[in-house]
Each structure stands twice: as C-alpha cells, then as structure tokens.
C-alpha cells in the first residue's frame, strides 16, 4: 500500500467512525478520503475568513476550532466551538456561496476538506448523508438562536445556559458532576456569552462558591446541574 493510500484509510475510518460521512458506503467514503486533502493550521491561525469563496466542507480530526463573526462595534462574537468530529464549513459547500463566518484554530489541529466537486455528487446519491449534514447545519442554527435568546438575559442566567449548553455538545459525565471537555480562557467564554473577560470571571467566581461549578484553571466542572438549570431558567432581562 502506498504512503497516500495508507493515509487516506486512515482517514478513511476516522470519516467513519467519528462523523455523519460515516453514513455512506464504504466505496463512496473511500473515494471522499483518497480525494479530500488533510491540512495542518496552528494555534491561532486563521482557517478562512467570513466572505471568503467557499469550495470545501471542513472536518475537525484532531485540535478545536471557534467560529466567529464580527458584530457592528468591532466585538468579536463566539458562534460555536469545534472539536474532533464535527463538521464545519457546510454552508458554502452546498450553497456555493462565500463563508459565512471565520473559522480559527484555538490550538494546532488537523483538518480534513472534502471538496465541493466530490462532495455534491456523492451526497446526492446517497440522501442518508445529506441528512446528516443537514442535521449538523441545524444544530448550528439552534445553537446561533440560542445565543441571541441568551443575550436577553441577565449576567447570571447568560452564564448559566451557556455552560449548560456547553455540557450538552462538549460535557462528559466524571467523578464530581460533568467535566467540560474544552479549556478555553474567559476570554473565549466571554465572546460565547457576550460578556466582558472582567464579568465572565465575577459569575464564575460566584458559582464557585456557591459550590455549583468547579474551576480548575481553563477546566470547569458543573457539580450542580439542578442549581445551574433553576438559575438559567429563573433569570431574565
């Protein structure tokens, strides 16, 4: 086996075990991986701009991504984060149009493209994978919308849908409640939540010592999901 076919199986089965492309049958998800090309970006290195042309449907493998836009005062907002597995970039890759948002690499990451030219005839023959592209745009969506619900609310109940909100796409369950699997500064949350890095760390600090979260460093802890949950739904602006 050559040293390009044997990395396109290796990608291959990551496609497959890890994304909504391991949906297709496993010819089509082959010919995606010998076609596709896998691209290394550094911390902090911008992947694309928001108005950029738009010719690929990006895969996370390993590393995180934010994807960010610029509101109308220079303030830069946080619209998701990215982790191994998820897909990113769908817009432009189905519409043909430009990017909608700029996508930058938190820490060194390797990411996989899949072309437009490769990707729209073999979704197009096998629907089950349409979907679940789909599925993944509308989970931005629902996620974009929340935060513009969220931006209504007070500091406190900001603060707390979007943790609860990061342990839905990023928590795993640990010995203390539910550790996020993501570190990101305050700065960071900040952008997510629409708050400054100085408010960001004064709710932070009163959840910790109301024993409702747990910070180590960038890592959190939510040790209270019901106290958390009764604070997101019982603030409002």
Same mark, same amino acid.
């Given at each position: ?75 830069? &907002? ?5 982790? =191994?597995?998820?897909?990113? #970039?769908? %817009?432009? /890759? +189905?519409?043909? $149009?430009? @990017? *909608? ?18 990707? &729209? ?5 096998? =629907?089950?994978?349409?979907? #679940?592209? %789909?599925? /993944? +745009?509308?989970? $931005?969506? @629902? *996620? ?35 550790? +996020? ?57």
């Amino acid at each position: 086996m050559s040293a390009h076919s044997d990395h396109a199986e290796r990608v291959r089965r990551f496609l497959q075990r890890n994304t909504v492309l391991g949906r297709l049958p496993e010819a089509a998800l082959h010919s995606l991986a010998e076609r596709g090309q896998l691209r290394r970006y550094a911390k902090r290195e911008i992947i694309y701009r928001r108005g950029e042309p738009s010719d690929s449907l990006m895969v996370v493998v390993t590393g995180r991504v934010k994807l960010i836009n610029t509101n109308a005062s220079g303030k830069q &907002i946080v619209l998701h984060f990215l982790v =191994p597995g998820n897909i990113y #970039g769908e %817009i432009g /890759a +189905l519409d043909g $149009k430009e @990017r *909608a948002a700029t996508a930058v690499a938190l820490e060194d990451c390797d990411i996989f493209l899949v072309y437009t030219r490769d990707l &729209i005839p073999t979704v197009r023959a096998h =629907p089950d994978a349409m979907l #679940g592209i %789909i599925e /993944a +745009l509308c989970e $931005k969506v @629902r *996620a974009g919308a929340a935060l513009i619900e969220d931006s209504t609310l007070e500091m406190r109940g900001r603060v707390a849908r979007g943790l609860l909100r990061l342990a839905q796409h990023h928590g795993q369950k640990c010995a203390d409640g539910i550790c +996020l699997q993501l570190t990101l500064s305050q700065e960071e949350l900040g952008g997510y939540w629409g708050l400054s890095r100085p408010n960001v760390s004064r709710v932070l600090g009163e959840l910790k010592e109301a024993a409702v979260i747990k910070a180590d460093g960038p890592q959190i802890v939510i040790m209270d999901e019901a106290s958390l949950t009764e604070i997101a739904g019982s603030t409002s602006s």
